[in-house]
């Protein structure tokens, strides 16, 4: 009761903290933002950013065509003033907005877009080219610039305000040294700038591992409230603080402005502390458990997990309030859809997700014919309390069943190696959306071809039928019919184990207001100002 | 001409101590388990993907050849790329060494200065309350874990009485020196505890010894008695038991650089090993143990110099 009374707490005063930035008198302009981060980027380059650390501040140096809208529910343009979709969706028509300009003042040009969007879509380069895999041509005339697809797809233009979309300067990469887009790449990051950005700000400073430093780009396009350019700020600065308690402690101690990812453990006492807000970001991270689904285990023993119905009843078995409350402290939700967060596009909300019912659990054991004392193995990260905290819940919820869990500790490349190969039984995952479409997680989690439908060996022909059919259906309403139709029917398999979201806990120094981190996990400067 | 032939005979053996620490940091990064490749790639990366990644960093090949490979870029000074940092190996370690030799010989001198004044003070006062404070005292420094003992100087020292900043590195050796002082002194709080304990008993010992009690029958001064006699010869085995927590404590700057936030190798270890960049690995274990056997070195030839009979034997 008190961890549900904390969390809609929380939820208020995070409401209410976004009303006092919206509604600011004046706000200052200047200063430096020191940000504690929980691990440093490697390369913040549109193509090849591949972890979070990286990919959540592309935005902050290079802006994109497009971008979502305030409240996320539509497309708006960024460097593109307009752009337009012709009526079978094979072309799509963009505008680029004049006067916009890099950070040393050099124009963006037509050039610079297709240039970057030709980098973007290159297999041989990053890993995200997948995503643009329908384009066929990207021509520019001017500010005109057309991209020609081979077949329509209704998530491009999510694409297009997409990290991997975002527009570099042609000009610096040619002037880079390396001979190859790789090393011309790591070239531009490793000398710790100036880089060229086309967003709010460029990198000013790299040291690998220990810190970071953005500075503001004097000809950034958006406006503030007081008519200036954005960003508010002269610089952020970024420190790397892996250990949860010393980042705390470099808040509290008024060393850094802004720490995030704190624990949740510490939420309250935070939140408590009258310098501090304490915000948790609504996200798309959900947590869940994939469960082989295989006849056979990976030793040739019988699966006993392979049974739908066993399935289904260990999600019945869990009580996910609880676990949100022992493992979040509150601060949660129970997953609403089976194969994305509530905050995704397309969503559905099923809830209560196998509500916890355990009589309905012990007649599914029952009609399975589950011989009481069946082991099953939870796999769990070695060192993560989450983790432990989990498997000691689930080990007690899943007894009344006969089934007897065992641990098994691992690190995160073995868990990954493990859920390639099949060699698990049911193990702790988490997912958080890199692109503002419901495409990346459903295929992630549900589409056999991917990844084996997240390892789970999970082949269901009319989920896959329907997940490629959306893939090109440019109907709005008859798309949102097939994802309900996927998420029906992954709910009734049970894959997973249905676990719950999470928000993105930050504390922000009480003088910080305009920090934002979107549901998609970026990182958002271009508002924060400084008060005294 | 006993002391050079000494030192020489010394180099000669560290070669193949490299060479036995190359088979092991080869064969040890190897065992992990856990495949590199998907470590590198990620999770959402397609079966392919990996199987390129394999092919690119030569996992694919059999592991004699690897192995070769490793031994003779190596010797050639190039100790291969950093999949993590994207960076050769070399220069993603020399940029991180210094401030973990910083901060190992800012705690070592603190273990020194710590530990050498108090041991001299429990000695000649044995058996009294003095020694036995002392002692007591040491006591829970040895019996606390590295990372509490640093959680609780910064809870009070940084974070409440603001005396020291939280974490960092710092910019010039004034700042440095103010930076690291809480790492180094939980380390040398940990380090001074054993040499404490050590060099107490070590004094106790030869204040007892003949030699010892002849100079004073001789009328020697104290002082010239404890700084010429007693002094030296306590200091033999203490002296090994430094560099043998020298060794040690390269280890723990695994744990004290990331409650502290020191960009030192320490830090950059434990990323390297969740990464399984085992380019990194292999290259960081080398350091250490380069590192370490140098201080060995060290060591030996101090011991030498103080009881010239070790280079005799």
């Not at chain 2, 390129?52 to 592991?63: E, F, H, N, S, V």
């Not at chain 2, 003070?121 to 006591?139: E, P, Y």
């Amino acid at each position: 009761m008190k961890a549900a009374a904390l969390a809609i707490g929380l939820a208020m005063s995070t409401a209410l903290g976004a009303y006092t930035i919206g509604t600011a008198d004046a706000v200052e302009r200047g200063g430096t933002l020191n940000f504690a981060r929980y691990d440093g980027s490697k390369l913040v380059d549109p193509i090849y950013a591949d972890r979070n650390p990286d990919i959540w501040m592309v935005g902050s140096l290079f802006s994109t065509l497009l971008e979502p809208n305030a409240d996320g529910t539509d497309l708006v343009g960024s460097l593109a003033e307009s752009y337009e979709v012709s009526a079978g969706g094979k072309t799509i028509s963009l505008v680029l907005r004049e006067g916009a300009k890099f950070s040393d003042g050099s124009p963006v040009t037509g050039e610079d877009v297709v240039f970057s969007l030709e980098r973007a879509r290159n297999p041989d380069l990053g890993p995200w080219a997948g995503l643009l895999s329908a384009i066929s041509s990207v021509a520019a005339d001017g500010r005109n610039i057309t991209i020609t697809l081979e077949n329509p797809d209704p998530a491009l233009l999510s694409m297009l305000a997409t990290f991997n979309t975002a527009i570099v300067s042609k000009k610096a990469f040619d002037a880079a040294p390396g001979a190859t887009d790789q090393e011309k790449s790591a070239a531009l990051f490793a000398k710790g700038g100036p880089g060229v950005g086309s967003g709010p700000f460029f990198l000013s400073g790299f040291e690998q591992g220990t810190s970071m430093t953005f500075s503001a780009n004097p000809h950034y396009w958006k406006q503030g409230e007081d008519g200036k350019p954005l960003p508010y700020l002269d610089k952020v600065e970024f420190q790397i603080i892996p250990d949860d308690a010393t980042r705390v402690l470099k808040l509290t101690a008024g060393e850094v402005d802004v720490a995030e990812f704190i624990p949740f453990s510490r939420v309250a006492e935070l939140d408590a502390d009258p310098a501090i807000n304490m915000n948790l970001y609504p996200s798309t991270r959900i947590i869940y458990s994939p469960i082989n689904t295989r006849e056979t285990r990976a030793d040739g023993s019988p699966n006993p997990l392979a049974d739908k119905r066993v399935r289904q009843a260990i999600n019945y078995a869990t009580n996910k309030d609880a676990l949100i409350g022992l493992v979040l402290q509150g601060a949660g939700k129970p997953m609403s859809s089976p194969v994305m967060s509530s905050s995704t596009r397309l969503a559905v909300d099923m809830s209560p997700l196998y509500g916890y019912d355990m009589d309905k659990a012990k007649a599914l054991i029952a009609e399975a014919g589950l011989e009481p004392g069946t082991e099953i193995t939870l796999t769990t990260l070695a060192g993560s309390a989450d983790d432990g905290t989990i498997f000691a819940a689930l080990q007690q919820m899943w007894a009344p069943l006969g089934i007897t869990l065992v641990a098994e500790q691992v690190d995160g490349a073995t868990r990954g190696a493990k859920n390639r190969s099949g060699e698990f039984d049911i193990h702790t995952y988490g997912w958080v959306d890199d692109v503002a479409d419901p495409s990346q997680v459903t295929g992630w989690l549900g589409y056999y071809p991917t990844r084996k439908a997240v390892g789970t060996g999970w082949n269901n022909a009319d989920f896959n039928v329907l997940y490629e059919a959306s893939s090109s259906e440019m109907d709005p309403e008859k798309r949102a019919d097939q994802y309900r139709q996927m998420q029906e029917i992954y709910a009734e398999a049970a894959p997973l184990l249905f676990m719950y979201e999470t928000p993105f806990a930050v504390a922000v120094s009480g003088k910080v207001s305009g920090y934002l981190q979107t549901p998609l996990g970026n990182n958002v400067f271009e508002n924060v100002s400084l008060g005294q | 001409m006993a002391g050079l032939q000494y030192t020489l005979n010394r180099m000669v053996l560290m070669i193949p101590t490299f060479l036995l620490v190359m088979i092991i940091i080869f064969l040890l990064v190897r065992l992990l388990p856990g495949d590199p490749a998907i470590a590198i790639a990620g999770d959402k990366a397609s079966d392919a993907d990996i199987a390129a990644i394999r092919d690119r960093l030569g996992l694919t090949a059999p592991l004699w050849t690897q192995f070769w490979l490793f031994l003779t870029n190596t010797l050639q000074g190039d100790l291969g790329r950093s999949i993590l940092m994207r960076a050769p190996v070399l220069d993603v370690i020399l940029a991180r060494l210094p401030t973990t030799i910083f901060l190992a010989v800012y705690a070592v001198s603190l273990s020194i200065l710590i530990a050498g004044p108090l041991a001299f003070l429990a000695a000649v006062n044995r058996g009294k309350w003095q020694d036995n404070l002392i002692r007591a005292v040491f006591q829970v420094g040895l019996s606390m874990p590295v990372f509490y003992i640093g959680l609780v100087l910064l809870t009070f020292l940084a974070a409440q009485l603001r005396l020291f900043p939280v974490g960092g590195y710092g910019e010039t050796f004034v700042d440095r020196l103010y930076h690291l002082f809480l790492p180094a002194v939980t380390v040398a709080l940990y380090t001074s505890a054993i040499l404490m304990r050590n060099l107490r008993a070590a004094i106790i010992e030869v204040l007892d010894a003949e030699y010892v009690q002849f100079a004073r029958a001789k009328g020697l001064p104290s002082r010239l008695i404890l700084g010429r006699h007693v002094l030296k010869n306590a200091l033999i085995s203490t002296i090994t038991l430094l560099g043998l927590s020298i060794g040690q404590l390269m280890s723990g700057t695994l744990v004290t650089e990331t409650v502290f936030a020191v960009p030192g190798v320490g830090r950059l270890m434990l990323e390297a090993i969740f990464a399984r960049d085992y380019p990194l690995i292999q290259g960081l274990t080398l350091t250490f143990a380069v590192l370490v056997s140098l201080v060995f070195l060290m060591t030996d030839l101090f011991q030498s110099w103080l009881d010239p009979r070790m280079r005799l034997s």
